[in-house]
Structures are given as structure tokens and as C-alpha cells.
């Protein structure tokens, strides 16, 4: 059973908008999508799937993403992005630990104490620094297409730069027919996905609300994040990690050396997948999820 949409309200001001699927009853698994990518990235269908598998699946926008809080303020600027990189005196305007926060605040809103989390890209980034800072509230961690923040892993094909600071936000038709060349270059050629469902997926995204500045205010916190090799070292979780070994966004070393940072880690590598989530590839990400949270010492699904 799917919820409708709600806000969830946080002490820092943020209302992060999000919904669920299953029972309430049954063990929460935290969805956390990437840069610029609303909840419903997370297609119904896949929630259903995990549903099914004995989750209360929980999806939700990041801030400056769909229909939760934009962001006012410093960065938002195509030129903030290089500035941060650059570690000169243009810091991010929100953290990955600020991010985290949010997820966290997502739990709290719904009363819950403990969830499996899930991340694709930077929503990976967010999973492991969920894990990090706030250890106790994580039950198990899938890290999905993301890296350590460690540079010289996980790089990006620099021809991909340019893609990601240009474009036009505010005209529907343009969005479309950017999506479809943008998910071309970066989606993934041993399962590639109808140019009619990038299309219908865009003008979802759209219609709920994008925004370049918050797009690069998102960047801005990829770009300084922390390398966190040494505090993944520290964790106690049980830890997939999953990588395509054609994924020009982030290279597939930074899927290894999420691997090798975590204690006990799975790694499982698939041939002709980029950096997206394809249908065909659904009950391996399924089976991948559930295996790693009945690792964990809980009410795992049944």
C-alpha cells in the first residue's frame, strides 16, 4: 500500500516531503536518492518489489529537490561549484552530515528508531555518512553507484562536466530532451532504458519542481565532501555495495574502495550497468537489500 505524500518538518527548518509503501509494521528501509533526483526516481513499482520482500519503504525528496524546502542563500552559482572543489574560501552551503541530518529527521518524524538505508550516488554518500554519524540508527547499509569522497576514486568522465553546469531548468520540452541525452551518455548500455520512459520520468521530475541552483548547491556538498575511508573502517553494519562496471558518472573504483573501507563489505559488480537503475536489474538490487538486512541482528523480512 502506498501513502500519500507528507512533509516531515525538522528542528533545522527544512520540510522534507516524502511517502512509503507496505506495512508499517514490518522493518522501515530508508530510500535515499542522487544529485537532483526527487523521490519519484524511485519508481512505485521497485517500492512495491521491496514491499514485497517484508519492507515499510520509505522514499523521500532531498532538500533543494522536488517538493522539499529550496535552499536561500550562499552558493547556487554555476562558478561555486569550481570554488569549492578548489577548497578556496566559497565553502558548501549545507554538509553531507547536514543531509544525513535530514534522513535522520525523516525517522524521527515517523517514530522510528532503527532503519535499513539504501543509497544510489549521492544518496550513497548520505547512507554512509548516516552510518557514520548517527551509527545507531542504522540497521544495514546498501551503497549503490557511490564512492568514499576520497579524489583520486570514484572520479567522474570529464566530458560529463559540462552536461551537469549547463542546461535549461525552466522550459518543460527542454528539460525532456535534455533528460534523454543526459541518461544516453551516463545510463546503462547492457540495459538501456526507453527513450519514452526517460521522457515520462523528466516530466515528472518537472512538474515536482527542479531548480539549478539547488542542483549545484547539491554539488557544492559532493564536492567538499570529507574522504570518509577511515570513520567507514569503524563501522559495524552489514554493507553491500553495488557498482556497474559501466558507469562513467562515478568510476567503479569508488564502488571497490566503498568495499574495502567496510568491514565485511559484499561488493557484487554487474557488466553493462552505468549510473542508473534499470528495470531488468530490479530483483538483483531486491535480493541484494533483503540479503544484507537479514545479516542484521533484528526482525529482518520475512
Given amino acids: 500500500m502506498q501513502s500519500s505524500e507528507d512533509y516531515a518538518r525538522l528542528e533545522s527548518g527544512v520540510d522534507i516531503c516524502y511517502d512509503t509503501f507496505g506495512d508499517r509494521s514490518d522493518p522501515a528501509l530508508l530510500l535515499i536518492m542522487g544529485l537532483s533526483g526527487p523521490l519519484t526516481w524511485w519508481s512505485p513499482d521497485l517500492c512495491v518489489l521491496l514491499a514485497s520482500r517484508g519492507f515499510f519503504v520509505i522514499r523521500y525528496d532531498n532538500r533543494d529537490t522536488g517538493r522539499s524546502t529550496k535552499m536561500r542563500g550562499r552558493g547556487g552559482r554555476r562558478g561555486d561549484v569550481v570554488r569549492t572543489f578548489i577548497r578556496s ?41 548516516m552510518a557514520i554519524d548517527h551509527p545507531e540508527r542504522v540497521l544495514s547499509l546498501v551503497s549503490i553507484m557511490s564512492t568514499t569522497g576520497r579524489r583520486s576514486v570514484g572520479w567522474q568522465d570529464p566530458r560529463l562536466v559540462p552536461m551537469l553546469l549547463s542546461g535549461n531548468r525552466t522550459n518543460r520540452d527542454l528539460v525532456i530532451a535534455q533528460s534523454v541525452r543526459t541518461w544516453g551518455m551516463i545510463g546503462s548500455p547492457g540495459y538501456p532504458t526507453p527513450a519514452d520512459d526517460i521522457r515520462a520520468r523528466a516530466a515528472e521530475t518537472f512538474d515536482r519542481g527542479i531548480s539549478m541552483p539547488g542542483s549545484i548547491r547539491q554539488m557544492q556538498a559532493v ?80
Fill in 223 to 302: 564536492v567538499s565532501q570529507p574522504d570518509r575511508s577511515r570513520a567507514l573502517r569503524q563501522l559495524d553494519v552489514p554493507a553491500l555495495v553495488i557498482h556497474g562496471l559501466s558507469d562513467r558518472m562515478v568510476h567503479v573504483s569508488g564502488g571497490r574502495a566503498t568495499a574495502r573501507a567496510i568491514q565485511d563489505a559484499e561488493l557484487l559488480l554487474i557488466p553493462g550497468m552505468g549510473h542508473d537503475l534499470p528495470r531488468q536489474l530490479w530483483p538483483s538490487f531486491a535480493d541484494g537489500i533483503e540479503r544484507t538486512a537479514k545479516r542484521a541482528n533484528v526482525d529482518s523480512p520475512h
Fill in 89 to 129: 574560501k566559497t565553502p558548501a552551503p549545507y554538509t553531507m552530515s547536514d543531509l544525513a541530518a535530514d534522513a535522520v529527521g525523516v525517522l524521527d518524524h515517523l517514530e522510528i528508531e532503527q532503519a535499513h538505508v539504501t543509497g544510489v550516488s549521492m544518496g550513497g554518500m548520505i547512507a554512509q555518512t
